[in-house]
């Protein structure tokens, strides 16, 4: 078998496999009522947490002070 057909096989099994753990994921998501409330928890945390990264790499002095602890 040639190079470049090794390449295209090893894509399209790469394309297979993302796409049935893609699949599998999305049937968790949508029957598990849990992992739904883990996500969106999880979605508030690296919001919260990418705000405080920004915010706390100015260069004004106690720029984190003024962000909420809550």
């Known amino acids: ?39 969106h928890a999880g979605e508030k945390i690296l919001s919260d947490g990418g705000q405080y990264a920004f915010a706390c790499t100015a260069p004004a002095v106690d720029v984190c002070a003024q962000l909420p602890t809550d």
């Open 1 to 39: 078998m040639t190079h470049r057909f090794q390449i295209l096989e090893k894509v399209a099994f790469s394309l297979v496999c993302w796409s049935a753990a893609a699949s599998s994921a999305y049937i968790g998501y949508e029957r598990c009522p849990d992992i739904k409330v883990a996500l």
